[in-house]
């Protein structure tokens, strides 16, 4: 196998109980992940792998550690964070059982299991800080570079029609009278209502 990220297991197939530990560095050869932040091709993933056998296969499992770039998705600049994720996986000796990853001529590829790993500690819409302001939706301009901004009043433009109307007075300057007067009934008898 060719794969960084293939391990020898003859010493353990078929051998129940046996176990051996790995400890590799890994240059990428493809990023892992497609989104605004991933583990960029060439970048340096430390595994610290376990390798059991068991009667079905052998268990590999272990921990991966890199570091992931890319940009914040709301003020676009360069950021970078830490990726550390577990993973466990049994790769089977028989293919006619229902496993996902099975043991190919005494290795076991391991690059699909970290990758899955690493792909789905990926955060989804990553952030330079956890309250970034993000960018001004006027301007452009990275918010929290301009420091203390007052907010525009923005307009719904529903409603822009509305605001050439100008109210025509208070209510009781609309009725002409107040409470407090009385009227005249409406026999015109001069009884009060």
Same mark, same amino acid.
């Given at each position: 196998?060719?794969?960084? +990220?293939?391990?020898?297991?003859?010493?353990?197939?078929?051998? &129940?109980?046996?176990?051996?530990? =790995?400890?590799?560095?890994? *240059?990428?050869?493809?990023?892992?992940?497609?989104?605004?932040?991933?583990?960029?091709?060439?970048?340096?993933? =430390?595994?610290?792998?376990?390798? %059991?056998?068991?009667? %079905?296969?052998?268990?590999?499992?272990?921990? #991966?550690?890199?570091?992931?770039?890319?940009?914040?998705?709301?003020?676009?600049?360069?950021?970078?964070? $830490?990726?550390?994720?577990? /993973?466990? *996986?049994? /790769?089977? +000796?028989?293919?006619?059982?229902?496993?996902?990853?099975?043991?190919?001529?005494?290795?076991?590829?391991?690059? &699909?299991?970290?990758?899955? #790993?690493?792909?789905?500690?990926? $955060? /989804?819409? $990553?952030?330079?800080?956890?309250?970034?302001?993000?960018?001004?939706?006027?301007?452009?301009?990275?918010?929290?570079?301009?420091?203390?901004?007052? $907010?525009?009043?923005?307009?719904?433009?529903?409603?822009?029609?509305?605001?050439? /109307?100008?109210?025509?007075?208070?209510?009781?300057?609309?009725?002409?009278?107040?409470?407090?007067?009385? =009227?005249?009934?409406?026999?015109?008898?001069?009884?009060?209502?």
């Amino acid at each position: 196998m060719n794969s960084p +990220y293939a391990l020898r297991v003859r010493d353990l197939a078929h051998r &129940p109980g046996e176990m051996r530990e =790995h400890s590799l560095d890994i *240059e990428v050869p493809d990023a892992m992940g497609a989104g605004v932040i991933a583990v960029r091709e060439g970048t340096t993933l =430390h595994l610290d792998v376990k390798l %059991e056998g068991l009667h %079905e296969g052998v268990l590999v499992s272990g921990h #991966a550690s890199a570091e992931a770039t890319g940009e914040c998705s709301r003020c676009l600049i360069d950021i970078s964070e $830490p990726v550390e994720v577990d /993973f466990a *996986e049994l /790769f089977a +000796y028989d293919v006619s059982e229902d496993f996902d990853f099975f043991v190919h001529d005494d290795h076991v590829d391991c690059e &699909p299991v970290v990758r899955d #790993a690493v792909v789905l500690s990926l $955060p /989804f819409q $990553p952030v330079c800080r956890p309250d970034c302001p993000g960018l001004d939706p006027v301007t452009g301009e990275r918010l929290a570079d301009l420091g203390e901004v007052t $907010p525009r009043e923005v307009l719904d433009p529903r409603w822009a029609a509305l605001s050439g /109307f100008q109210g025509a007075g208070t209510d009781a300057e609309r009725v002409g009278t107040d409470d407090s007067t009385s =009227h005249q009934s409406p026999e015109g008898d001069g009884r009060t209502a």
